[in-house]
């Protein structure tokens, strides 16, 4: 019986021997240097990755990393060809990481572009230097009254604390909250309780001793808020006596004007301006220290303007105590207003503390 060998099938057969010897030999010779490859390729190149061509093959220690191999790993040298088969360079999280930045800094523009924000003309009606006051009592302002001698012998510790510790602000992306009024949330991390805690982090950076309260007083009853917040700080006077100077941080409402937000640019960031309120005893109330509270007020503020201009609005004094007869350098510092974001309130805590710590080493 006589076998006849079909021409085409013959060179199916021999194109397809010739293709199994090429990829042993490839292989055998791929594999059999493979400390060689490693140096060639830059990384550690595990076979097994071959069955997993999705997974990165960049794996190469940060701590050696070069600007020689970041571009080698860009190029179209740096991939892995096998019988003309190509294992593509997938990004490090560092360029992913940049990508998220860039993204975040997109979105903050657009949402800013979406916020309409205004700003009210600035008025008051006394000056001492470069300081501007807003009298709204019925007190003559001297030149000796509003003198900055202040008397303050303790400069190493700052009490903080909140009477409407529920303010809050404009919500954004990254900090959106839920509202238990009218700008007003009892989730305190986004509360001017938030900027307290930035306050007193910064502060401290700056080797200052800071007692802070989070005690709500404002909630569930608004009225009543300074009473119950007056306990708080003679609480806390208890813990450290010597203690003189005493913030009680808020946020500006300024009526109807929700969409107000005072604000100034430092250093290329917009941060929420900052406002002194400072109580009297012309409403009644028995209030020896505002004198020394007013002047200690305009020391800060004649500093403020020195090392960052337009941080501070006029100072605003009051008829009330506002609990400011506790100790002779109290005051409430009002840090933007409900327009402003809390990344806009937050921000303006470090130079806050700068100015303090300059005021306070002279």
């Given amino acids: ?20 010897i090429l990829i042993t030999v490839y292989s055998t ?19 097994a990755d071959l069955i997993a061509p999705n997974i990165s ?17 860009t190029s179209r040298d740096g991939f892995v060809r096998i019988l003309d088969m190509e294992l593509p360079y997938i990004e490090s999280s560092s360029n992913n990481d940049n990508k998220e930045e860039v993204k975040d800094k997109e979105d903050e523009e657009e949402e800013e572009e979406e916020r309409k924000t205004v700003q009210i003309k600035e008025t008051y009606t006394n000056t001492y230097g470069s300081v501007k006051i807003k009298n709204l009592t019925n ?52 509360s001017v309780v938030r900027v307290g805690r930035e306050l007193e982090s910064e502060l401290k950076k700056l080797k ?38 005493v913030f ?16 100034v640019e430092i250093n290329g960031e917009k941060v929420a301006q900052l406002m002194f309120v400072i109580g009297t005893n012309e409403g009644g109330g028995k209030h020896p220290n505002w004198k020394n509270n007013l002047k200690f007020a305009v ?19 009051r008829s009330s105590t506002f609990n400011q007869k506790v100790t002779n350098a109290a005051s409430i510092i009002e840090v933007g207003a409900t327009g402003n974001t809390l990344e806009e309130a937050t921000a303006s805590m470090k130079y806050l503390a700068k100015i303090l710590e300059a005021v306070l080493n002279e």
């Fill in 1 to 20: 019986m006589i076998t006849t060998i079909n021409l085409k099938d013959l060179i199916k057969y021999l194109v397809g021997l010739i293709v199994v």
């Fill in 29 to 47: 010779r791929f594999f059999s240097n493979i400390d060689e490859n490693k140096k060639i390729l830059g990384f550690n190149f595990n076979p």
């Fill in 57 to 73: 093959i960049a794996n190469y220690n940060e701590e050696e990393k070069s600007q020689e191999s970041k571009t080698e790993y």
């Fill in 139 to 190: 007190i003559k302002l001297t030149e000796s009254i509003l003198k900055p001698d202040y008397n303050v012998e303790n400069k190493k510790d700052v009490i903080i604390y909140h009477t409407h510790t529920c303010e809050s602000y404009t919500p954004t992306k990254k900090n959106t909250y839920k509202a238990s009024g009218n700008f007003r949330t009892i989730d305190l991390s986004y």
């Fill in 208 to 245: 200052f001793n800071v007692i802070r309260s989070e005690t709500k007083h404002d909630y569930p009853a608004y009225s009543g808020s300074y009473t119950r917040s007056l306990k708080t700080v003679e609480s806390l006077l208890e813990k450290k006596k010597d203690a003189e100077i």
């Fill in 248 to 263: 009680d941080i808020h946020r500006d409402a300024v009526g109807s004007n929700s969409n107000y937000a005072p604000t």
């Fill in 299 to 317: 020391k800060v503020q004649e500093k403020a303007n020195q090392m960052y201009p337009g941080l501070f609005r006029a100072i605003n004094l």
